[in-house]
């Protein structure tokens, strides 16, 4: 295919920037900040470079205005890449889109930039997925992109950017060497940039497969009626060093994120004494302590588990114990206004017939949230009566249920979850107000 002249790309870009202006206010600024890191980068001129969510073409344009020609078009309308060939725009257009480990079909370490403008959108990438666009990049190699503020995006997805990026840097495959953000001048919408740099060496295994099948059958092991207690907390133990990296990156896991969501929104002031139960190694604590609540406790039947979350310093008191019946909690009756579980709640784990205790230990008024795995019902007999059990509580005026139960998508591994917020017979309100 023949290249566009100087001229040609200058009144191609002019045309696409005045579509850009109409159709889609505050889409330049994104483009204009990503080019602009871009060409900090001083990258060399034959560098190989994918537009991912290549959309109207304007960022290549501007691309080719600094002499970069080696610059493919990655996109998952083929109407769009078909009018981008017509634009002559991209030395090869590819028709996939980023939807997980190996979607793009592209060998890895292929490209010296991978690059784009808005591509990770709620309505687009998914921000989980970027394992897939290290993986196609050379090591030395520069992911840039800019998008809207994780606020503006409003999903929990977006919510564990910042997370997995820590979890890929803090296992050496990638640095994050600059985050900024930018207004829009037009919209005055907040943006924000990233530039990653992928380090030398491959990827971690898993990136270039599926999600291993030792790892759903270990954590299904775990998760049954009946299973030894003694042989669950060795499991947690030994895992501990590896359970951040391998629950965020390999099992996309979102159940703190969505948990500590809708405590947010319950407007509860900062002096609240909360409990994370099943706190393992600390990453709902931790969500919750960006939101300035410090008043917080864990406990675990791992000591591995909280030994991890010591290290970081996420918690006020640290406790073992195995949450069962009542009495199994060593904390005194109303302690807490809070009480928070992602992925507690579990065959083998801790089971419905322990909301009494749970009960027992916070404040009239106080909630409990939790996240689980949906499903749990249709193989375990005690989480069966999980919703009736629920309705019981709330017939004898013990608790209420104040939302629930709600199911969403993108729990952990290919798992949908399931939300619940609870609420303790009203007798002495929780505090209120932001302070």
């Not at 979607?103 to 808005?118: F, K, M, N, P, Q």
């Not at 990233?194 to 971690?204: E, I, M, N, Q, T």
């Not at 998760?223 to 996309?252: E, H, R």
């Not at 069966?384 to 629930?404: C, H, Q, R, S, Y």
């Amino acid at each position: 295919m023949a290249t566009l002249s100087a001229s040609e790309i200058q009144l191609q870009l002019l045309t696409l920037k005045d579509d850009a202006r109409s159709r889609s206010p505050g889409e330049l600024s994104g483009v204009d900040n990503v080019c602009s890191e871009f060409f900090k980068l001083r990258v060399p001129r034959s560098s190989e470079i994918l537009d991912v969510a290549a959309g109207s073409g304007i960022l290549s344009a501007e691309l080719q205005t600094g002499g970069y020609a080696n610059i493919d078009a990655l996109d998952g309308d083929l109407p769009t890449l078909r009018r981008l060939q017509a634009l002559r725009l991209y030395r090869n257009f590819i028709c996939r889109s980023v939807d997980g480990v190996l979607s793009t079909g592209l060998r890895e370490a292929t490209y010296d930039v991978v690059i784009t403008a808005g591509g990770f959108a709620a309505d687009a990438i998914n921000p989980l997925d970027i394992t897939e666009m290290l993986r196609i990049l050379r090591p030395e190699g520069h992911l840039l992109w800019t998008m809207k503020s994780v606020s503006d995006e409003g999903t929990s997805e977006f919510g564990c950017m910042e997370a997995n990026l820590r979890s890929l840097e803090k296992t050496g495959r990638c640095q994050v060497i600059k985050t900024s953000n930018f207004t829009d001048p037009e919209t005055k919408t907040t943006g924000v940039f990233y530039l990653v740099k992928r380090l030398a060496g491959s990827l971690p295994d898993y990136v270039n497969m599926q999600v291993p099948a030792e790892l759903k059958e270990q954590i299904s092991s775990i998760l049954v009626d009946n299973s030894d207690p003694a042989n669950n907390v060795k499991f947690y133990d030994d895992w501990c060093d590896k359970y951040d990296t391998d629950l965020m990156i390999q099992g996309n896991y979102t159940g703190h994120i969505k948990c500590v969501e809708a405590f947010v929104k319950l407007g509860l002031n900062r002096n609240v004494n909360i409990l994370d139960l099943a706190a393992g190694t600390g990453l709902l604590g931790a969500e919750i302590g960006k939101h300035g609540y410090v008043f917080v406790d864990g406990i675990d039947a791992s000591l591995g588990m909280l030994g991890q979350a010591r290290k970081q310093t996420i918690y006020r008191d640290y406790i073992v114990a195995m949450v069962e019946g009542l009495g199994s909690i060593p904390v005194n009756d109303e302690t807490y206004d809070v009480v928070m579980s992602s992925n507690g709640f579990a065959p083998g784990q801790i089971y419905p017939a322990a909301i009494p205790e749970i009960l027992r230990i916070m404040r009239p008024g106080g909630y409990l949230l939790w996240t689980m795995r949906e499903g749990f019902h249709q193989n375990s007999q005690k989480f069966a009566l999980f919703d009736a059990e629920i309705k019981d509580l709330e017939n004898t005026g013990i608790a209420e249920l104040v939302v629930g139960p709600v199911v969403f998508e993108n729990f952990v591994l290919d798992h949908p979850g399931k939300f619940y917020m609870l609420r303790k017979t009203v007798q002495t309100q929780v505090a209120r107000g932001q302070e």
